[in-house]
Nanobody, 115 residues
Framework: QVQLVESGGGLVQPGGSLRLSCVVSGSIFDIRAWSWYRQGPGKQRELVASIAPVGSTNYADSVKGRFTISRDVAKNTVYLQMNNLKPEDTAVYYC?????????WGQGTQVTVSS
């Protein structure tokens, strides 16, 4: 059974940093990308960042230069380092793994940026 478990969310002041982690367990084959999505209050879920098996990355324009996605293969963990956080980054952040035929989601972790 595949499970994605996120952690690292919380309350942070504007300009602060957080690192989200997503531990992936279970057998997943033919992975195309590991990604982080977010859904802010009253907004649609949007792609924040993704990383391919070869290591190439992709970011939403709104987070470029502030967020970094990375992966630790040995730990089956995907990270999202978030720096210079802004109030508009407030959202539930979801881990996502996409294969050729399936998509898996974590339960989400809340990030609140407020003074």
């Amino acid at each position: 059974q595949v499970q994605l478990v996120e952690s690292g969310g919380g309350l942070v002041q504007p300009g602060g940093s957080l690192r989200l982690s997503c531990v992936v367990s279970g057998s997943i084959f033919d992975i195309r990308a590991w990604s982080w999505y977010r859904q802010g209050p009253g907004k649609q879920r949007e792609l924040v960042a993704s990383i391919a098996p070869v290591g190439s990355t992709n970011y939403a324009d709104s987070v470029k230069g502030r967020f970094t996605i990375s992966r630790d293969v040995a730990k089956n963990t995907v990270y999202l380092q978030m720096n210079n956080l802004k109030p508009e980054d407030t959202a539930v952040y979801y881990c996502n793994v996409r294969t050729v035929s399936s998509t898996f989601w974590g339960q989400g972790t809340q990030v609140t940026v407020s003074s």
